[in-house]
């Protein structure tokens, strides 16, 4: 019997082996370094060529999920280049390892989309990990090209990938947005790094366009801009753990610009932390627009230093055409701020600055304690044309019932 054990052991452990060797060739068949397609990773030479070969071979995979690694240690220069798909198998993983950077010169984007650097789009089932950093080299932009309606392109581009996961990297001075989502639902963004000047113009660290069901959580954001901006058409959002500033806050919108109809809803922001930044909770959009912001929360905020903690304007940039005001029709209703803590530096700590028509409805704030950053002085709330219910809220809210 002893014997027969003992055989039966010895197969195991030889049947065991040997899986374990198959599951580590069929790991490296799927799996696609750029090295081995010619990139030199040496932050110079332009590995674009070698990055694109290897895309190619990683969406033609039609027998299981491939990857296109990136190896660690090494830095990719990049020009901008798009990844394609739809691929043939319903999953496909880019592992960043390694760190890409932008070119240094603006002319990279001669006769290309100066939109955009890298681009993902219609793939279906991404997954991008691996610790990396993509840096933007958001520097001869900046300097470059200084006005806010010069063109300037998103670091992370993600058009049309629906299941998206991305996690672990780092994300480092793009020219404008440092990840941009439009079109793409069911979305997980999470322990992402993203870092920018505080002066850096237009420099959002996450932007979200026309897609539902979108869990960000925890990351740190630190920019010249919004933290998180969620966009027309988007709807369905969770965003928990987060710590913004430098920046200027998680926002909805703006919408309504130039007259158009833009909706935002069902957005959930939870235990956040605003440190330093210009703007905490906001919520902007243009006089002039149509459609609305609806159903949203922020509960368990901590502020610290922070400029303007809750700011709802409907007359956003409009400071520049006061001969010319309109009334604004974006709808802004079923707003909650519920335990919302913290310190404001700025006198005015809540702005309720809602349109001369219907305003602001259903705006409901339960336990918001906002006190000044420096000692002995004290903050305030403006209200203008906001209506719903204040309940253990300091400072108080004049236009909502106590």
Same mark, same amino acid.
């Given at each position: 019997?002893?014997?027969?054990?003992?055989?039966?052991?010895?197969?195991?452990?030889?049947?065991?082996?040997?899986?374990?060797?198959?599951?580590?060739?069929?790991?490296?068949?799927?799996?696609?370094?750029?090295?081995?397609?010619?990139?030199?990773?040496?932050?110079?030479?332009?590995?674009?060529?070698?990055?694109?070969?290897?895309?190619?071979?990683?969406?033609?995979?039609?027998?299981?999920?491939?990857?296109?690694?990136?190896?660690?240690?090494?830095?990719?220069?990049?020009?901008?280049?798009?990844?394609?798909?739809?691929?043939?198998?319903?999953?496909?993983?880019?592992?960043l390892e390694g760190d890409v950077v932008a070119p240094k010169s603006t002319e990279a984007w001669k006769g290309q989309d100066s939109s955009k650097w890298i681009d993902f789009s219609n793939v279906d089932g991404l997954i991008i990990d691996g610790g990396g950093?993509?840096?933007?080299?958001?520097?001869?932009?900046?300097?470059?090209?200084?006005?806010?309606?010069?063109?300037?392109?998103?670091?992370?581009?993600?058009?049309?990938?629906?299941?998206?996961?991305?996690?672990?990297?780092?994300?480092?001075?793009?020219?404008?947005?440092?990840?941009?989502?439009?079109?793409?639902?069911?979305?997980?963004?999470?322990?992402?790094? #993203?870092?920018?000047? $505080? !002066?850096?113009? /237009?420099?959002?660290?996450? %932007?979200?366009? *026309?897609? &539902?069901?979108?869990? =960000?959580?925890?990351?740190?954001?630190?920019?010249?801009?919004?933290?998180?901006?969620?966009?027309?058409?988007?709807?369905?959002?969770?965003?928990?753990?987060?710590?913004?500033?430098?920046?200027?806050?998680?926002?909805?919108?703006?919408?309504?610009?130039?007259?158009?109809?833009?909706?935002?809803?069902?957005?959930?922001?939870?235990?956040?932390?605003?440190?330093?930044?210009?703007?905490?909770?906001?919520?902007?959009?243009?006089?002039?627009?149509?459609?609305?912001?609806?159903?949203?929360?922020?509960?368990?905020?901590?502020?610290?230093?922070?400029?303007?903690? #809750?700011?709802?304007? $409907? !007359?956003?940039? /409009?400071?520049?055409?006061? %001969?010319?005001? *309109?009334? &604004?029709?974006?709808? =802004?209703?079923?707003?909650?701020?519920?335990?919302?803590?913290?310190?404001?530096?700025?006198?005015?700590?809540?702005?309720?600055?809602?349109?001369?028509?219907?305003?602001?409805?259903?705006?409901?704030?339960?336990?918001?304690?906002?006190?000044?950053?420096?000692?002995?002085?004290?903050?305030?709330?403006?209200?203008?044309?906001?209506?719903?219910?204040?309940?253990?809220?300091?400072?108080?809210?004049?236009?909502?019932?106590?």
């Amino acid at each position: 019997m002893e014997v027969l054990i003992a055989i039966f052991f010895v197969l195991y452990l030889v049947s065991h082996c040997s899986c374990s060797r198959i599951r580590e060739a069929a790991i490296n068949l799927y799996t696609f370094n750029v090295m081995d397609y010619g990139a030199i990773g040496d932050g110079l030479t332009d590995d674009s060529q070698a990055f694109l070969k290897a895309w190619s071979m990683v969406c033609a995979m039609k027998n299981g999920a491939a990857t296109l690694k990136v190896p660690p240690g090494k830095t990719f220069m990049l020009k901008p280049l798009q990844f394609s798909g739809p691929c043939s198998f319903s999953s496909v993983h880019f592992q960043l390892e390694g760190d890409v950077v932008a070119p240094k010169s603006t002319e990279a984007w001669k006769g290309q989309d100066s939109s955009k650097w890298i681009d993902f789009s219609n793939v279906d089932g991404l997954i991008i990990d691996g610790g990396g950093q993509i840096d933007g080299s958001g520097s001869v932009w900046w300097n470059s090209c200084k006005v806010k309606s010069c063109s300037r392109p998103t670091a992370l581009s993600i058009q049309n990938c629906n299941n998206l996961q991305l996690t672990g990297t780092r994300h480092l001075n793009s020219a404008r947005n440092h990840i941009s989502i439009n079109n793409s639902n069911h979305t997980h963004i999470f322990n992402v790094t #993203i870092t920018a000047p $505080q !002066d850096s113009p /237009n420099t959002d660290g996450i %932007d979200v366009s *026309q897609s &539902s069901y979108i869990l =960000i959580q925890r990351s740190t954001i630190a920019t010249g801009d919004d933290c998180i901006a969620m966009k027309s058409g988007t709807s369905y959002v969770n965003i928990t753990g987060i710590t913004c500033g430098p920046g200027h806050g998680i926002s909805v919108g703006s919408l309504g610009k130039k007259g158009t109809c833009q909706t935002v809803e069902h957005v959930h922001v939870n235990n956040c932390n605003f440190k330093g930044a210009d703007n905490g909770m906001r919520i902007k959009t243009w006089p002039g627009g149509c459609g609305y912001a609806r159903n949203i929360k922020f509960e368990h905020i901590l502020l610290t230093n922070t400029k303007n903690p #809750i700011i709802i304007d $409907q !007359d956003y940039e /409009n400071v520049q055409n006061e %001969d010319k005001k *309109q009334t &604004s029709e974006v709808q =802004i209703s079923g707003v909650t701020y519920r335990c919302v803590n913290g310190t404001s530096n700025s006198e005015t700590a809540i702005i309720l600055n809602c349109g001369a028509g219907a305003g602001c409805t259903d705006i409901f704030m339960d336990v918001v304690n906002i006190t000044s950053t420096s000692s002995g002085s004290n903050v305030h709330a403006s209200c203008n044309n906001a209506h719903g219910v204040a309940a253990s809220t300091s400072p108080p809210v004049s236009c909502l019932s106590q």
